[in-house]
């Protein structure tokens, strides 16, 4: 019989799930593939599917090695694991701080990227635009010498929760792909870029900057 106690809560991490000994399936095997995709990659899920499973267990690995993936399939062929080579992860959950508008919800990926900056002591330069946090993102990507994973979670929140406003829609849109825009210009200077949602909203539209990204949800391997 199974011991309900051990099964993971809705909103449980990764290592949270691991130090708490809680029932994980092992399916490592996919991270180590999505670990090595090349460019930027894009998987679409339903609510509740795990998708914020999988971004924490990707920045574990990432920023920390196999440290909390003893026992697991990942731990004996994580070529890095070896060398001792972690990452700089920059994780961003679109649904996890609440904004009202555009300039609000940029002014909050801005705050998430200075405590980054200031970790790093990375000099900012000066931004005349709109907005600033793609601007500060350039800055940290470009004269840190650590090297870098991107990890983006419910990339598609601000969209979904505008709907039924045309106008607000419209505004998150267009930030959406400058932001994007930002990403592909500093592609090649990113360990791995990886981000989730639960819609696609046409790669015209929102991902029309980030033209290079790689849908995995149309891959029969990943869907």
């Given at each position: 019989?199974?011991?309900?106690?051990?099964?993971?809560?809705?909103?449980?991490?990764?290592?949270?799930?691991?130090?708490?000994?809680?029932?994980?399936?092992?399916?490592?095997?996919?991270?180590?593939?999505?670990?090595?995709?090349?460019?930027?990659?894009?998987?679409?899920?339903?609510?509740?599917?795990?998708?914020?499973?999988?971004?924490?267990?990707?920045?574990?690995?990432?920023?920390?090695?196999?440290?909390?993936?003893?026992?697991?399939?990942?731990?004996?062929?994580?070529?890095?694991?070896?060398?001792?080579?972690?990452?700089?992860?920059?994780?961003?959950?679109?649904?996890?701080?609440?904004?009202?508008?555009?300039?609000?919800?940029?002014?909050?990926?801005?705050?998430?990227?200075?405590?980054?900056?200031?970790?790093?002591?990375?000099?900012?330069?000066?931004?005349?635009?709109?907005?600033?946090?793609?601007?500060?993102?350039?800055?940290?990507?470009?004269?840190?010498?650590?090297?870098?994973?991107?990890?983006?979670?419910?990339?598609?929140?601000?969209?979904?929760?505008?709907?039924?406003?045309?106008k607000l829609f419209n505004e998150y849109r267009v930030?959406?792909?400058?932001?994007?825009?930002?990403?592909?210009?500093?592609?090649?200077?990113?360990?791995?870029?990886?981000?989730?949602?639960?819609?696609?909203?046409?790669?015209?539209?929102?991902?029309?900057?980030?033209?290079?990204?790689?849908?995995?949800?149309?891959?029969?391997?990943?869907?």
């Amino acid at each position: 019989m199974v011991d309900i106690t051990k099964l993971p809560k809705a909103k449980s991490g990764f290592e949270e799930l691991r130090l708490s000994n809680q029932i994980y399936v092992d399916h490592t095997d996919l991270i180590y593939e999505f670990a090595y995709l090349e460019g930027p990659n894009f998987l679409s899920r339903p609510r509740r599917f795990g998708k914020s499973l999988l971004i924490s267990t990707l920045e574990s690995l990432f920023s920390n090695g196999t440290k909390f993936f003893k026992g697991l399939k990942i731990e004996k062929f994580w070529e890095e694991r070896e060398k001792g080579k972690t990452y700089k992860v920059i994780h961003l959950d679109f649904s996890s701080f609440a904004y009202t508008s555009p300039i609000d919800f940029d002014a909050k990926i801005y705050d998430i990227l200075d405590k980054i900056a200031n970790n790093l002591n990375i000099t900012r330069t000066n931004s005349s635009g709109t907005y600033k946090s793609d601007s500060l993102l350039t800055d940290i990507i470009s004269s840190s010498p650590s090297e870098f994973v991107l990890l983006i979670d419910e990339y598609d929140y601000p969209l979904t929760h505008s709907l039924d406003d045309e106008k607000l829609f419209n505004e998150y849109r267009v930030f959406l792909q400058g932001f994007f825009g930002t990403i592909k210009s500093l592609t090649g200077k990113m360990r791995s870029i990886f981000i989730t949602g639960v819609g696609r909203f046409a790669k015209t539209s929102v991902f029309s900057q980030l033209n290079n990204l790689r849908d995995l949800g149309l891959e029969a391997k990943f869907a």
